[in-house]
């Protein structure tokens, strides 16, 4: 099996860049956060407090993305993760250059982006299979397990490291913007694929209903529970 393969395929190729480049962009905007709330002055307390929203975000966007994702094109749910990132990445890097950000700005775009990026894996991870025959699954997951720190913790930090250290905190910002940029043209190169007979299935119940059933299934499952905790209080941790 040629690990390979499946970057042959067009349109997966386009979500691959896609998915690159906002694992690129989430491990960047952590980095960038902290030194450009060490160029406001910030006491470690405040650090801990503007950076400690990315986590905040993404454990609050966890269940409502899934429900989110049985309902809406997943294509959709991908261009508007997107949009939204890069709006915030350009909006709070611009507030930075012309000086009029704010540590409730950085905290509020760390919540965001957080936010927002919990919606984008559920619709990545459902488009996969619909765009890779299933034989070339497991090249797929390869190709992401490989990415995700390669590019997310290695990769992102040191380039916007490097761009922050030989200018300032708001150019890593736009280099963020950028790359949130690109990330947009190839979503909206992917086709938008028929609803699956899950989300068909899905607009007949409730939201509501299906939010509270994952809380409670999570609640109900130990060895979920379990990881859904430990990933909690590691992401919080981290970040």
Not at 34 to 51: I, Y
Not at 58 to 83: E, F, N, Q
Not at 167 to 187: M, R, S
Not at 202 to 218: E, N, Q, W
């Amino acid at each position: 099996m040629n690990p390979l393969r499946p970057l042959t395929i067009p349109a997966y190729r386009s979500l691959f860049v896609a998915m690159v480049l906002a694992i690129f962009a989430q491990g960047a905007w952590a980095l960038y956060l902290a030194m450009q709330t060490l160029d406001l002055g910030a006491t470690p307390a405040t650090l801990a407090s503007v950076v400690a929203w990315s986590g905040i975000g993404l454990l609050a966007g966890s269940l409502p993305a899934g429900v989110v994702a049985d309902r809406l094109h997943h294509r959709t749910i991908l261009v508007g993760v997107l949009t939204l990132n890069l709006t915030v990445a350009t909006v709070t890097s611009t507030a930075a250059t012309t000086g009029t950000v704010r540590f409730w700005m950085l905290g509020l775009s760390a919540f965001i982006i957080g936010a927002s990026t919990a919606f984008f894996f559920p619709a990545y991870t459902a488009l996969v299979p619909v765009l890779v025959a299933a034989d070339d699954l497991m090249a797929v997951n390869g190709l992401e397990g490989a990415t995700r720190p390669i590019v997310g913790q290695a990769l992102a930090p040191a380039v916007v490291g490097a761009v922050i250290g030989a200018t300032l905190p708001a150019a890593g910002g736009y280099v963020i913007a950028a790359a949130l940029g690109i990330a947009l043209v190839a979503a909206l190169r992917l086709p938008q694929p028929a609803p699956t007979a899950t989300q068909a299935g899905s607009l007949a119940t409730s939201p509501i209903r299906d939010l509270l059933d994952g809380f409670g299934y999570v609640a109900r499952t130990r060895w979920i529970r379990t990881s859904v905790l430990f990933a909690a209080f590691m992401g919080l941790a981290v970040t």
